[in-house]
């Protein structure tokens, strides 16, 4: 746990503490044995007592110095900026994922958009000579489709 975390958790736990106050019987059995409780006696008439109240103490805590305020405020900001970086730096790493995938998908298309238009260009016809291009071509779009899509 840190500093901070410690200081605010002590100070919250200080300030909140609230009195307590219960009522406690002092007893005597049939052999004269003295007994406390909290609950009324009432086996023998007239040997419950309640014992006197008196307030608890509760701890005042001293307000702070102004060097521990500023010190304590400093400590808020400064986690607050870890958390806006830590904010900032979710938010690029879900922007570059979703660029990724953008890119991906623009790739996918493009490969099987360019393997329909490789398709129709082997129905229309192509000289000889075109072949082995256009099987490296379709070879390298199909391992593209395989990457992406």
């Not at 702070?64 to 958390?83: G, H, V, Y």
């Amino acid at each position: 746990m840190s500093p901070a975390a410690r200081i605010v958790l002590l100070v919250a736990l200080v300030t909140t503490a609230a009195p307590v106050s219960a009522a406690v019987y002092h007893c005597r059995d049939e052999e004269g044995v003295p007994t406390f409780s909290q609950f009324p006696c009432g086996s023998t008439p007239g040997a419950e007592r309640p014992l006197p109240q008196r307030p608890l103490a509760t701890i005042r805590t001293p307000p702070l110095a102004a060097a521990e305020r500023r010190r304590l405020d400093a400590m808020a900001r400064k986690l607050e900026t870890r958390r806006r970086q830590r904010e900032r730096s979710d938010a690029q790493v879900r922007q570059q994922a979703q660029r990724r995938e953008a890119a991906r998908a623009r790739a996918c298309d493009a490969a099987r958009s360019g393997l329909t238009a490789l398709a129709r260009q082997r129905r229309s016809g192509y000289p000889l000579r075109q072949a082995q291009a256009l099987d490296r071509r379709e070879a390298e779009l199909k391992h593209t489709v395989r990457k992406h899509c």
